[in-house]
């Protein structure tokens, strides 16, 4: 539940100014930009307060004798968000300018942190209970905006800094200020803003809808929504540190190179086909990375669970939620590229009209995640968002047909693999499925070391055909993708 209430706060303070604020190029006037991104802070306290409230008075509070210092959890989670949002203009100008070493050195030092605080206290002081968690969640985001800051004290100024041209010279530049003509924000910008502003609002609740509807309607018991979280968490590893940087930089290429709501024929023919390309590979690349996680998710579901949790959380619910939730990570993977290129093109009327969509779909969801849980259970949350993601691909899909149509390119090929490396990800299925049925997870750590290896085989097996069959995907990769995170970073 805090953790809902901190990743709400965020989103719905920062999410809308991030991709108005990164759209276009990066030559902008940038004091107007940061004076933009400013305002995410007190709209984060505002966000902060109300849905601390909330939390507090509306919705059911845990018993103190089970959970001790809700209250202080409470205020920690939502502090802890309006700390992070003070770094928002050095997260835009890092990603702006891909920054990517200092955005990957940044968070895993954040976690690094968190992680160490939690298990330092957990020894030492185990009966702090939610204090502890809520100290280390206040330590991540503090070490998080230091490093920027840290980072942005030793940069600016400094010769390399001018080598690249860097649109900022001195701290003070990125703090709030009035430009030469007396206004404090580009108000294109701040349209735009509005309009992802309003989006904001459903993304939300379709990213984060289930547990939503856990928390409000109590269709479950602590205890389940205590499994289906850890599950939730554990199979939403790959898309937090995989999918995700992916959409956020490539969201910033788009928006670089192609000009919102301006025809096809007339943008640049360079920029559209290097688009094209780049979509085309992104796509097949996290169709693969889906798709290995789906086939071999299913059979090693259980052995995951029962190695990480024991038989508590194996002999349950779940194994099926975590098998469902490996599904659920194809259409999460295929969705955030297409999404990202759809939000990089589209203009402020068509944002504005797809509001409606979403609209719509965020009322569906919400009544399909209901029911389904009545029928289903836990489960029912994940067929929800796999409803949901179903839908949403299909509306970036077709954005993306109508976009290229009037085109020589075809980025929508991407989705396409060869006949070969289709009949090798069923044979793994089937056969790493007969594995499972005989040797997981009741006999012997033996079986399940065969169990293991038998996958191991599989996916190299997998991996062989990807390389053969997946030319134009390999030198992608090698290339524009393995250049971009380890030639363009200084």
């Given at each position: 539940?805090?953790?809902?209430?901190?990743?709400?706060?965020?989103?719905?303070?920062?999410?809308?100014?991030?991709?108005?604020c990164?759209?276009g190029?990066?030559?902008?006037n940038?004091?107007?930009?940061?004076?933009l991104?400013?305002?995410?802070?007190?709209?984060?306290?505002?966000?902060?307060?109300?849905?601390?409230?909330?939390?507090?008075?509306l919705?059911?509070?845990?018993?103190?004798?089970?959970?001790?210092?809700?209250?202080f959890?409470?205020?920690?989670?939502?502090?802890?968000?309006?700390?992070?949002?003070?770094?928002?203009?050095?997260?835009?100008?890092?990603?702006?300018?891909l920054?990517?070493?200092?955005?990957?050195i940044?968070?895993?030092?954040?976690?690094?942190?968190?992680?160490?605080?939690?298990?330092?206290?957990?020894?030492?002081?185990?009966?702090?209970?939610?204090?502890?968690?809520?100290?280390?969640?206040?330590?991540?985001?503090?070490v998080?905006?230091l490093?920027?800051?840290?980072?942005?004290?030793?940069?600016?100024?400094?010769?390399?800094?001018?080598?690249k041209?860097?649109?900022?010279?001195?701290?003070?530049?990125?703090?709030?200020?009035?430009?030469?003509?007396?206004?404090?924000?580009?108000?294109?910008?701040?349209?735009?803003?509005?309009?992802?502003?309003?989006?904001?609002?459903?993304?939300?609740?379709l990213?984060?809808?289930?547990?939503?509807?856990?928390?409000?309607?109590?269709?479950?018991?602590?205890?389940?929504?205590?499994?289906?979280?850890?599950?939730?968490?554990?199979?939403?590893?790959?898309?937090?540190?995989?999918f995700?940087?992916?959409?956020?930089s490539?969201?910033?290429?788009?928006?670089?190179?192609?000009?919102?709501?301006?025809?096809?024929?007339?943008?640049?023919?360079?920029?559209?086909?290097?688009?094209?390309?780049?979509?085309e590979?992104?796509?097949?690349?996290?169709?693969?990375?889906?798709?290995?996680?789906?086939?071999?998710?299913?059979?090693?579901?259980?052995?995951?669970?029962?190695?990480?949790?024991?038989?508590?959380?194996?002999?349950?619910?779940?194994?099926?939620?975590?098998?469902?939730?490996?599904?659920?990570?194809?259409?999460?993977?295929?969705?955030?590229?297409?999404?990202?290129?759809?939000?990089?093109?589209?203009?402020?009327?068509?944002?504005?009209?797809?509001?409606?969509?979403?609209?719509?779909?965020?009322?569906?969801?919400?009544?399909?995640?209901?029911?389904?849980?009545h029928?289903?259970?836990?489960?029912?949350?994940?067929?929800?968002?796999?409803?949901?993601?179903?839908?949403?691909?299909?509306?970036?899909?077709h954005?993306?047909?109508?976009?290229?149509?009037?085109?020589?390119?075809?980025?929508?090929?991407?989705?396409?693999?060869?006949?070969?490396?289709?009949?090798?990800?069923?044979?793994?299925?089937?056969?790493?499925?007969?594995?499972?049925?005989?040797?997981?997870?009741?006999?012997?750590?033996?079986?399940?070391?065969?169990?293991?290896?038998?996958?191991?085989?599989c996916?190299?097996?997998?991996?062989?055909?990807?390389?053969?069959?997946?030319?134009?995907?390999?030198?992608?990769v090698?290339?524009?993708?393995?250049?971009?995170?380890?030639?363009?970073?200084?």
């Open positions: 539940m805090l953790t809902l209430l901190y990743s709400t706060t965020v989103f719905l303070a920062r999410e809308a100014f991030r991709r108005a990164l759209s190029s990066t030559r902008r940038w004091t107007k930009t940061i004076n991104l400013w305002l995410t802070v007190p709209l984060g306290v505002f966000w902060s307060l109300f849905l601390g409230w909330v939390w507090l008075q919705l059911e509070v845990p018993d103190p004798d089970v959970v001790p210092h809700y209250e959890g409470v205020i920690a989670f939502g502090l802890s968000a309006v700390v992070e949002l003070l770094g928002e203009p050095f997260w835009v100008l890092a990603q702006a300018h920054f990517v070493r200092l955005k990957v940044a968070e895993s030092l954040s976690i690094f942190s968190k992680c160490l605080l939690t298990v330092i206290l957990v020894a030492l002081l185990p009966h702090w209970g939610l204090y502890i968690f809520s100290l280390a969640q206040l330590l991540y985001t503090s998080l905006v490093c920027y800051v840290i980072y942005f004290m030793k940069f600016l100024g400094s010769p390399e800094a001018t080598k041209s860097f649109p900022v010279s001195r701290m003070t530049a990125l703090l709030p200020s009035l430009d030469g003509d007396w206004t404090f924000v580009n108000w294109n910008e701040a349209k735009l803003t509005w309009s992802f502003f309003k989006q904001s609002f459903l993304k939300q609740i990213t984060e809808g289930e547990r939503y509807v856990m928390t409000f309607l109590n269709v479950l018991n602590f205890g389940d929504q205590g499994i289906y979280d850890i599950v939730n968490n554990l199979g939403s590893l790959v898309a937090r540190f995989v995700l940087p992916i959409e956020e490539f969201y910033v290429f788009f928006a670089k190179i192609l000009e919102r709501g301006k025809d096809i024929k007339l943008q640049k023919q360079d920029d559209i086909g290097m688009a094209a390309t780049v979509l590979s992104l796509l097949k690349l996290v169709l693969l990375i889906g798709l290995t996680i789906t086939v071999f998710g299913y059979a090693y579901s259980h052995l995951a669970l029962d190695v990480y949790g024991g038989p508590m959380l194996s002999s349950g619910t779940g194994p099926s939620l975590l098998r469902c939730y490996s599904l659920y990570v194809l259409l999460l993977a295929v969705n955030g590229v297409t999404e990202c290129f759809t939000f990089a093109a589209m203009c402020k009327e068509e944002v504005d009209r797809f509001n409606f969509v979403m609209l719509a779909l965020s009322f569906m969801f919400l009544c399909i995640s209901y029911f389904l849980t029928w289903k259970g836990s489960v029912g949350f994940i067929f929800a968002n796999c409803f949901n993601m179903g839908i949403r691909i299909a509306h970036s899909v954005y993306i047909y109508n976009y290229f149509k009037e085109s020589t390119y075809r980025p929508l090929m991407g989705l396409l693999f060869s006949p070969l490396l289709i009949f090798v990800y069923i044979l793994s299925g089937i056969i790493t499925s007969f594995s499972e049925v005989f040797l997981c997870c009741d006999e012997g750590w033996l079986a399940r070391l065969i169990h293991i290896t038998v996958g191991s085989l996916l190299t097996a997998t991996l062989i055909t990807v390389f053969f069959t997946e030319t134009k995907l390999i030198y992608f090698r290339i524009q993708l393995l250049s971009q995170y380890h030639g363009k970073e200084n």
